[in-house]
């Protein structure tokens, strides 16, 4: 299986092919592209070097799956150019998430929705992500009517230029700046542009997309999203009012068997997740469940998860594992 990553040298296309690697997907021709600059590098995958190839290349080469992750701008130039020619599309962008006509898909909560026509899919933000794949098997049993989220979010959603200058900031080095103030002993309440609404693009991806991977229009979310100086995942404070009343043992036990999900909820001894302990997993991990006191049917929980893991790579691979697995790659 000829397998392509679009954006092959970047921080989420490095940790693709780690990935891939690791799951073991059946790669018989990796085939590394990215930008013009880029082209005749070496990337090494499972101890072979791969020369990074441009587009053409790649298209012409006919890998059975591209794994996009380039930035929107050359998603939406590029997957219909592979689409055009057979390829199956996954794109790490926001550019097709919120397109009718494309599926955005976390495999835990609604891979079943893809079939073999589908040649451009979606993966979803990566706080999204991690926050639906606890929302659904809640939402099965208990209805969701609302959700208020708070993020934490991890230094490298932004890029390896975000990290510089958090290890810049450390060690007192002038450097390129990621972001309009130090990010150092500091927390930035906003995470991409500002809209009309004033709410920023990342916090209404996370109230759009998780209305369209669960499929239930009457979800709300709220969110507000904020960057911090830390690596290893993005954390999560979520509020969920619920149609019906839960237990919660039983909310503990939906989730210790939910997909994707491992609970980490004994405060009597410290245990609760965190970034520093969810860096380089896949899975999701959520603790502090607790009843909220001040209304009825409503939980508070902590979610937090490996962005460039299950928020991004992961969460891709997965894709193409679940279409290899249903024959429609």
């Known amino acids: 299986m000829k397998v392509a990553v679009v954006g092959a040298t970047g921080l989420v296309g490095s940790k693709m092919l780690q990935v891939l690697a690791e799951r073991n997907f059946p790669v018989t021709e990796l085939i590394p592209v990215a930008s013009e600059r880029s082209i005749g590098k070496e990337v090494d995958f499972k101890g072979t070097k791969y020369k990074v190839v441009g587009w053409q290349d790649a298209i012409a080469a006919k890998p059975a799956v591209a794994i996009f992750s380039a930035g929107g701008g050359t998603s939406l130039e590029l997957a219909p150019k592979f689409a055009e020619a057979g390829i199956t599309v996954i794109d790490n962008s926001s550019a097709w998430r919120m397109d009718p006509t494309k599926k955005l898909v976390v495999p835990e909560v609604n891979a079943d929705v893809l079939t073999a026509a589908d040649k451009i899919i979606a993966n979803p933000n990566c706080s999204t992500i991690q926050m639906v ?33 958090l290890m810049n900031e450390r060690k007192g080095v002038q450097g390129e700046m990621a972001y309009k103030y130090p990010i150092d002993l500091n927390a930035i309440p906003q995470i991409d542009v500002f809209l009309d609404n004033g709410y920023t693009k990342e916090e209404m991806k996370m109230t759009n997309e998780t209305v369209k991977i669960i499929g239930d229009a009457n979800i709300k979310v709220t969110a507000t ?22 237990d919660l043992a039983e909310v503990r036990e939906l989730l ?11 405060v009597a001894n410290f ?51 679940y279409l290899l697995g249903k024959g429609l790659l």
């Open 133 to 165: 794949v606890v929302l659904k098997p809640l939402h099965e049993k208990y209805k969701i009517k609302r959700v208020v989220v708070s993020t934490y979010q991890s230094v490298t959603g932004t890029g390896v230029k975000a990290v510089d200058q």
């Open 225 to 246: 999203t904020v960057r911090i100086p830390v690596m290893g995942g993005h954390s999560e404070s979520v509020n969920i009012e619920f149609e019906n009343d839960f």
């Open 256 to 266: 210790s068997k939910a997909p994707g999900v491992v609970v980490q909820d004994d």
């Open 271 to 321: 245990i609760y997740p965190m970034p520093l302990t969810a860096h380089e997993k896949d899975e999701t991990f959520v603790g502090r469940i607790r009843r909220d006191e001040t209304q009825p049917n409503t939980l508070n929980c902590w979610i937090v998860s490996d962005n460039l893991r299950k928020g991004a790579a992961t969460n891709a691979v997965q894709i193409a594992e």
